[in-house]
């Protein structure tokens, strides 16, 4: 491989990924787009779901909620408001937190607790959906 | 002259509050490490998003119906002062220098006619606000029992704010903070957060000039979809900058009240003894004497 981008994922809290890939899939409002080193300049606001990062043999799977990505000349940034490798998620655990949110929501006292737990519930569902 | 019985007392209680204040310098210090971290870490994100707004921004400007976030309601008669202060007190001016900050920006409000709200993010400053513009404070939010500011909880500040925008029930928002420059060094700083300040949010250097990009979905889009997610970030990066100052004036202070009960440990050991010492050449005056006279 002569050309490699530089990817990069950062959150609000810290910056947590930066390394030279091969490619990264990246899902856009408008439908997944792969990009490459020497992409053309984009930038894109981001749907919840799953982030390919591709490397010689592996694949490398990241959940990422709200944010935007941007492909400049010199490589591609993805802000995500919340990003989590899908490799760390234990799957009872999962299950468990759905149920547990789906109770919040059940038991919620007022309408902007309600919506809150809503919110909770429906990124944990996009969450199990991707795996 | 104080009795020897009570200055042993009070080189007691002195030594004993110099021991709190020595270990709550220390804790400070240590929370400050990591107060400042975040800080740090939490830069490139805000920059990144500045830098695009920024560019966006530039495309849009002057077209119909951009988003208000960007443009203002057209007023400016009713303003919100979001005020962001510690939960803890014994932290130096801190809490004050930020309240002051604050409270000059109300008079300046009130001599040209607007409508001050305001909205406190810190219980702090609510104490210290509450006695002159009570009637003002829209809410407070507390972040008593948080450990380190996630960014839920700025995100959570930042839909309160946004709802009470689209609500309309204000025009402009300012928010004010205090930025970390040093541990002797913090500076109380006010920021527009709404309609957004396109120069303040620039940070780093627009390096996009030349670049033309490929929008997707459209410019407009993305900036309805980013702008509010700017409040947050804005909100998230002030509230880091706070909690490294509270520590870091929380550490000068300590260090300085360590400082001083020293010194004064020193004055009343001297005052003791020489105390003790009058009063034992006392006694013996009285025995020689007594013993004279037979």
Same mark, same amino acid.
Request: charged share 25%; aromatic share 4%.
């Given at each position: 491989m002569a050309d490699r981008l530089t990817f990069e994922l950062v959150s609000p809290e810290r910056l947590l990924l930066s390394a030279q890939v091969d490619m990264v899939v990246v899902p856009g409002t408008e439908g997944e787009f792969g990009v490459l080193a020497g992409h053309a300049p984009l930038v894109s606001t981001l749907r919840p779901g799953v982030i390919s990062v591709h490397d010689e043999k592996t694949i490398q799977r990241i959940f990422v909620r709200g944010g935007f990505a941007e492909v400049t000349p010199a490589g591609l940034t993805v802000l995500a408001e919340e990003a989590i $490798?899908? %490799? *760390?998620?234990d799957q009872a655990g999962l299950e468990a937190r759905i149920k547990n949110a789906e109770e919040d929501v059940a038991d919620a006292a007022s309408e902007p607790v309600r919506a809150a737990a809503q919110a909770q519930l429906d990124g944990l569902r996009a969450l199990q959906g991707s795996l | 002259m104080a009795s020897l019985k009570e200055l042993k007392n009070r080189i007691a209680s002195v030594r004993s509050t110099q021991k709190i204040t020595k270990a709550m310098q220390m804790v400070a210090a240590a929370k400050l490490r990591r107060a400042q971290d975040a800080a740090v870490a939490s830069r490139p994100y805000a920059e990144r998003m500045g830098r695009v707004i920024t560019n966006l921004a530039a495309g849009v400007a002057g077209r119909d119906g951009v988003s208000p976030l960007l443009s /203002?309601? +057209?007023? $400016?008669q009713v303003h919100l002062l979001l005020v962001a202060t510690a939960e803890r007190g014994l932290c130096g001016g801190f809490n004050s220098s930020i309240a002051r900050l604050a409270r000059e920006h109300i008079e300046r409000l009130k001599r040209e006619g607007k409508t001050v709200k305001i909205l406190c993010v810190g219980r702090k400053g609510r104490d210290a606000l509450r006695r002159l513009y009570g009637n003002l404070i829209v809410d407070t939010i507390e972040h008593n029992n948080i450990r380190n500011i996630g960014f839920a909880n700025a995100a959570a500040v930042g839909e309160r704010v946004l709802a009470m925008y689209e609500a309309g029930e204000f025009d402009v928002c300012t928010l004010f903070f205090s930025r970390f420059r040093s541990v002797i060094l913090q500076i109380p700083t006010a920021s527009q957060l709404i309609p957004i300040d396109l120069t303040a949010v620039a /940070? +780093? %250097? *627009? $390096?996009? /000039?030349g670049a033309s990009y490929e929008y997707e979905p459209d410019e407009a889009e993305i900036l309805a979809d980013l702008l509010p997610r700017n409040v947050s970030v804005q909100i998230f990066s002030a509230l880091l900058e706070n909690a490294a100052s509270e520590q870091g004036a929380r550490m000068s202070a300590m260090d300085s009240a360590t400082r001083n009960a020293g010194d004064m440990i020193l004055k009343l050991n001297l005052t003791y003894n020489r105390t003790r010492q009058a009063s034992i050449t006392k006694e013996l005056i009285e025995i020689i004497s007594g013993a004279e006279a037979l």
């Amino acid at each position: 491989m002569a050309d490699r981008l530089t990817f990069e994922l950062v959150s609000p809290e810290r910056l947590l990924l930066s390394a030279q890939v091969d490619m990264v899939v990246v899902p856009g409002t408008e439908g997944e787009f792969g990009v490459l080193a020497g992409h053309a300049p984009l930038v894109s606001t981001l749907r919840p779901g799953v982030i390919s990062v591709h490397d010689e043999k592996t694949i490398q799977r990241i959940f990422v909620r709200g944010g935007f990505a941007e492909v400049t000349p010199a490589g591609l940034t993805v802000l995500a408001e919340e990003a989590i $490798d899908l %490799a *760390s998620i234990d799957q009872a655990g999962l299950e468990a937190r759905i149920k547990n949110a789906e109770e919040d929501v059940a038991d919620a006292a007022s309408e902007p607790v309600r919506a809150a737990a809503q919110a909770q519930l429906d990124g944990l569902r996009a969450l199990q959906g991707s795996l | 002259m104080a009795s020897l019985k009570e200055l042993k007392n009070r080189i007691a209680s002195v030594r004993s509050t110099q021991k709190i204040t020595k270990a709550m310098q220390m804790v400070a210090a240590a929370k400050l490490r990591r107060a400042q971290d975040a800080a740090v870490a939490s830069r490139p994100y805000a920059e990144r998003m500045g830098r695009v707004i920024t560019n966006l921004a530039a495309g849009v400007a002057g077209r119909d119906g951009v988003s208000p976030l960007l443009s /203002g309601t +057209g007023r $400016d008669q009713v303003h919100l002062l979001l005020v962001a202060t510690a939960e803890r007190g014994l932290c130096g001016g801190f809490n004050s220098s930020i309240a002051r900050l604050a409270r000059e920006h109300i008079e300046r409000l009130k001599r040209e006619g607007k409508t001050v709200k305001i909205l406190c993010v810190g219980r702090k400053g609510r104490d210290a606000l509450r006695r002159l513009y009570g009637n003002l404070i829209v809410d407070t939010i507390e972040h008593n029992n948080i450990r380190n500011i996630g960014f839920a909880n700025a995100a959570a500040v930042g839909e309160r704010v946004l709802a009470m925008y689209e609500a309309g029930e204000f025009d402009v928002c300012t928010l004010f903070f205090s930025r970390f420059r040093s541990v002797i060094l913090q500076i109380p700083t006010a920021s527009q957060l709404i309609p957004i300040d396109l120069t303040a949010v620039a /940070g +780093g %250097a *627009s $390096d996009m /000039g030349g670049a033309s990009y490929e929008y997707e979905p459209d410019e407009a889009e993305i900036l309805a979809d980013l702008l509010p997610r700017n409040v947050s970030v804005q909100i998230f990066s002030a509230l880091l900058e706070n909690a490294a100052s509270e520590q870091g004036a929380r550490m000068s202070a300590m260090d300085s009240a360590t400082r001083n009960a020293g010194d004064m440990i020193l004055k009343l050991n001297l005052t003791y003894n020489r105390t003790r010492q009058a009063s034992i050449t006392k006694e013996l005056i009285e025995i020689i004497s007594g013993a004279e006279a037979l």
